[in-house]
């Protein structure tokens, strides 16, 4: 189906299956919002109330059961098999909604629809309509990058309610890396009080204490989104090897570092301390994220043994399956013997993905559509150029199934697209690289490949863009869209 329709402009991403049907629902602020009596459908129709009232002006109380003409009805049917863990039946008619769904994130997703279909700023009357949805992906992630430039527990705040907004349920928070340490690992003060101080260029670092990261998983939990801490090893550890001798040749730290090259820094499995340090940070991880993913990193081990990089590539992978959690790593820890269920995020080359064990699962972010840091236009100011410039066309036009032969829908995981903040330093900017182009992520993850067209696409993006401004979101204006 396409979203001619006016009324369906503000659907992003696309629902799988949309009928219009006769008449419309107006909100009325004498109806009800009714919900399950468990705890996440509560939360869920909390926020549902919370949105009526900031989108369309509109108070609606919560009930137990049905009172009248224009309830907004949320109901859970487990036994509905065909909507699966995030899928949604919603049903928009004169007379009521009905949310249907087996899960609460279903009901959470349904509501999210609903609320893209009311008019900002009014309390217009919604269009009936039977809208089938369920995700073509399990996966739909954004990546910020902490590391190269600190943002604070309420930045990543706002940046979990605003890629909520479009369905995206994963939280990559890349927590570490040459330029900075930025979360607090209980027994080692040194890597947070040294390794945090700083950031890329020497701007103002920062790090997250146990109670800030659990401030942010919490949140995060009640937009549905799950955080996927990394700490990336055994490269990109500049920042850890500068705040602890020990992990050092000869106890020797080197200096913090502050700029932008990689590939330079290693942990070592020689060091008596390495062994101690790995179990301690993973320890923390899984003790704090309520999540079954924890990211160990892997990528660009340059300055890491081969075989020694195998072995800690395994090392990790013990050390997460130890507490029940499953291990994701850059594509690189392909090369490696991988358990069944570590999950292997691809950036940069189909050939490396190839060779990982039969039966791996992938999450794509090639870089060339989906890295944030690059610029929109070649000649943006804002933005990196390496993996070239990616407008709305780039970011959209692309099936995660045609990128490494033989990796099809069944082995993906689903997508990811992460923001590197080497040369970002400001949160204005961090949404500006961001917005629009992951509401063209959030489509690739959820909407049929079929359903998917460009130009239809950037009439409804461009609708996005104008309300994402009203909101006071910093955006980016793409030519593409008029
Ligand atoms: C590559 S993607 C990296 C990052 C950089 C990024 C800059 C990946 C696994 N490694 O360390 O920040 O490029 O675009």
Redesign the pocket.
Known sequence: MTATHPALLGLLPLPRHVEMTSGEFVPSAFAHVIAPSDAPSIGVADHLVADLQAVAGVHLSLARTRSGHGDIELSLHPHRADLGAEGYELLVAPDGVAVVAATPHGLWNGTRTFVQLLTPGTMAAVPALHIIDVPRFEWRGAML?VA?HFFSVDHVIRFVELIARYKLNRLHL?LS?DQGWRLEIPGWPALTAIGGSTATKGDQGGWFSVADYAEIVAHAERHFVTVVPEI?MPG?TNAALASVPELNVDDVAPPLYTG?E?GFSSLRLDRPATARFVRDVVATLAANTPGPYLHI????AHSTDHDEYLAFVELLQREVAQHGKRMVG???IAQAPLHRDTLV?H??KADTVAAAPTGTRFIM?P?RHT?L??KHQPDDPLG?R??GAIDLDAAYEWDPAALVPGVLDPQIAGVEA?L???KVRTFAEVEQLCFPRLVCLAEVGWTPQPSRRLDEFLVRVGEETRRLAARGVHVHRSALVT
């Open positions: 990058d190269r890349h890396d990336d990109h932008v990689v990193g892997g990528d660009e850059w594509e690189e995020q950036w940069l972010s870089a890295y840091d690059m990196r390496w993996a992460p590197w903040t080497e």
